[in-house]
C-alpha cells in the first residue's frame, strides 16, 4: 500500500515571500501520479498542481511550482509572491497510474499555511 | 456548467442511528467516490462507484455502503452510527475510472455524531 507524508503540520509565511511544503511518499510502483491540493475553510478541495512520475520536468502552474525528486520520493510545493488568499490547508496526494487501481487518491495528513500581511 | 453537489450541507445524529449522504456529480461525469475526513486529517478513501456497481473500497467496515443510481448520482449509507464518525464526508466525480482523469471535489458533508 502506499503512504504520503507531510512533515509540516503548519507553516507560516510574509505577504510576497516564497514558502516551501514539503511531502514525501511510499511506493513500490514506477508509475504514478502526485497532486498538490488546496482545502480553504470553504471546504472544497482544489486542485493546484499535478505531476505525473514518467516526466522529468517538473510541473509550474503561475505562481506554483514543484520539486519532484523520485528516487528520494519527495514531492514538494513551493509557492512564490505569497498572497493572503493562499492561507488554507494544502495536502499532498497519491494516485497509481495503473488502470486496475482506478483513480482513487491516498492523501497525507495535511500542512496548515498561514499568510501573514 | 453545476459542479459536483452534496447535500446536506451540515448532519447532527446520534449513536446508534443511521445516516444517507447524497451526491450529484459534475456535469459529464460518471464515477463517483467518497472520501472520509476525520477534522485535522486528510482524506481517507471509502468506495468508488462506476456503473452502479461498487468497483474500488478502502478499508472502511459494511456499516459504509454506498448506491450508485442510473443518472451517476450516489448515495453513502451509514449504520449504526458510533461518535468516531464523525467527519466531512467528500464526494468527488470524475469522467471514467481511469488513473489520468482528474477527480472533481464537492464541498462536503459535515456529519456531527453526539
Redesign the interface.
Known sequence: AQT?T?SQPEMSVQEAETVTLSCTYDTSESDY?LFWYKQPP??????VI?QEAYKQQNATENRFSVNFQKAAKSFSLKISDSQLGDAAMY?C?Y?????N??????????TRLMVKP | DAGVTQSPTHLIKTRGQQVTLRCSPKSGHDTVSWYQQALGQGPQFIFQYYEEEERQRGNFPDRFSGHQFPNYSSELNVNALLLGDSALYLCASSRGRTPNQPQHFGDGTRLSIL
Open positions: 504520503v507531510q501520479y470553504s471546504r472544497q478541495m482544489i486542485l499535478r495536502f496526494a494516485r497509481s497510474a495503473y488502470n487501481a482506478g483513480n482513487m487518491l491516498t492523501f497525507g495528513g495535511g
